[in-house]
């Protein structure tokens, strides 16, 4: 990858990191319950759920492109460098997290904190259903060395087709294993293949802007129309939409391309502010859950408060906001210093 900031993929990042933000505020599409709530709102709520979600595997698809692309000369200062600028983070707002959840009387001891917050780390939704995320990026980079071997052994010329060999070997698992269980193809893990989509990514030629766009269409519409069809019991089988969706492979895999072969041409102080952010969004990650829960606690957000699409976007956007000023403060007092601490030894 080029040494020079592509700014167009931490804007990307920001932008998903927002959508994150987005799955979590946004009113579950439900045909069978909340009567009250139109059905026009409901379609909405589907849509937007739809969009959301791509967020998600364009996180690990973006940590594929630079964690897989890095020169590994020594995998121990790899190991040093990467796994403590995802652990620190982690264990300073997973704490925060856990004692907001915990100190309001759900803890009988003091002396009982830091035993039980050891135990609840153990669980990857121990602390928080969000940190599951966590837990599979930390795994992802143990055997980022192996993977990143086995990227760098693929050529320009032969990215394209291991990108779709991937995504082909994970849609006959999930759609077409079921009915031939007998034969017996290898599979990946979900977040494997887009780590390692991420990977193969940059080795791609330039795409035409409308080539992208229309597959990038068609990934968000069929999301839409799988989300529909399954949420009202019109299929069969319960196929995943969100995650390893064929659907979503499309989605995500094109809105990567869409950014990869943008250039962000900005002044600089715009560019500082996209850095910025960029920098807060895994903080911001660890932390929106929290600002979520406590916001609940004054604003009433339930789910016929009012226009799906304003309160998603407004609601979002405040704990967007809220986040990354808690994330950037909590970074500058902790997390900035302790990392520095270990670099420079």
């Not at 320009?156 to 999930?174: D, E, G, N, S």
Request: aromatic share 14%; charged share 10%.
């Amino acid at each position: 990858m080029s040494k020079e900031r592509n700014l167009s993929f931490d804007l990307l990042r920001i932008v998903c990191c927002f959508l994150v933000i987005g799955i979590h505020v946004t009113p579950v599409y439900d045909w069978s319950s909340n009567t009250d709530v139109s059905q026009f709102e409901k379609i909405l709520s589907l849509l937007i759920q739809s969009l959301v979600r791509v967020g998600l595997p364009v996180f690990f698809i973006i940590s594929g492109m630079f964690i897989l692309n890095e020169k590994l000369g020594n995998i121990t200062a790899f190991y040093k460098k990467r796994i403590s600028a995802i652990l620190i983070p982690f264990l300073v707002f997973s704490f925060i997290h856990f004692l907001a959840n915990n100190l309001s009387g759900n803890l009988d001891n003091v002396s009982n904190i830091l035993p039980q917050y050891l135990k609840d780390l153990t669980n990857s939704i121990g602390i928080s259903v969000h940190f599951w995320f966590v837990y599979s990026i930390l795994g992802l980079y143990l055997v980022a060395p192996l993977l990143s071997l086995l990227i760098s052994k693929v050529d320009a010329t032969k990215a394209l087709f291991a990108i779709v060999a991937l995504i082909a070997l994970k849609a006959y698992a999930v759609y077409i294993k079921p009915l031939i269980p007998f034969i017996d193809v290898p599979d990946f893990p979900v977040w494997v293949v887009y780590f390692m989509v991420g990977g193969l990514l940059p080795k791609l030629p330039k795409f035409r802007k409308q080539k992208t766009l229309s597959w990038l269409f068609i990934g968000y519409i069929s999301t839409c129309a799988f989300g529909y069809i399954q949420f009202n019991g019109l299929m069969g089988s319960n196929y995943p939409i969100y995650d390893a969706g064929l659907n979503m492979f499309i989605f995500s895999v094109s809105l990567c391309i869409l950014f990869k072969d943008c250039l962000c041409n900005v002044g600089p102080k715009v560019k500082r502010s996209i850095i910025f952010l960029s920098a807060n969004s895994y903080g911001v990650y660890l932390i929106h859950i929290l600002v979520l829960q406590q916001l609940s606690k004054y604003m009433n957000m339930s789910w016929s408060v009012g226009h799906v699409v304003v309160y998603t976007i407004s609601i979002t956007m405040l704990v967007f906001i809220v986040s990354n000023g808690i994330s950037f403060i909590i970074n500058k007092l902790i997390c900035d210093r302790v990392l520095r601490a270990i670099h420079t030894r």
